[in-house]
Nanobody, 121 residues
Framework: QVQLVESGGGLVQPGGSLRLSCVASGSIFSINAMGWYRQAPGKQRELVAAITSGGGTNYADSVKGRFTISRVNANNKVYLQMNSLKPEDTAVYYC???????????????WGQGTQVTVSS
């Protein structure tokens, strides 16, 4: 059993900042890529940012230069620092991780329950 738990969402004014956190727990042998996705009302879920176990990163064009993803492998955590927030960043943000539970396990994707981010004045 693996769980991902997010925290750090909330209401912020345009131009403000928020930091999202996600921790993975349970039957974990290895964690490969971790990432953040978001889904706004009426829209499909989209990738915001991803980070490999080696620290390589990938960002959606809409957040480049404003958001920073990071992770601490020792405690199975991933973070998303969001600066210069815009109303169009409003969405439910989901943590994602590709986790193997034992030696030789190719792993599967796990998702958190989501955390709401609202950018509004």
């Amino acid at each position: 059993q693996v769980q991902l738990v997010e925290s750090g969402g909330g209401l912020v004014q345009p131009g403000g900042s928020l930091r999202l956190s996600c921790v993975a727990s349970g039957s974990i042998f290895s964690i490969n890529a971790m990432g953040w996705y978001r889904q706004a009302p009426g829209k499909q879920r989209e990738l915001v940012a991803a980070i490999t176990s080696g620290g390589g990163t990938n960002y959606a064009d809409s957040v480049k230069g404003r958001f920073t993803i990071s992770r601490v492998n020792a405690n199975n955590k991933v973070y998303l620092q969001m600066n210069s927030l815009k109303p169009e960043d409003t969405a439910v943000y989901y943590c994602n991780a590709h986790i193997g539970s034992y030696w030789g396990d190719s792993g599967r994707d796990y998702w958190g329950q989501g955390t709401q981010v609202t950018v509004s004045s």
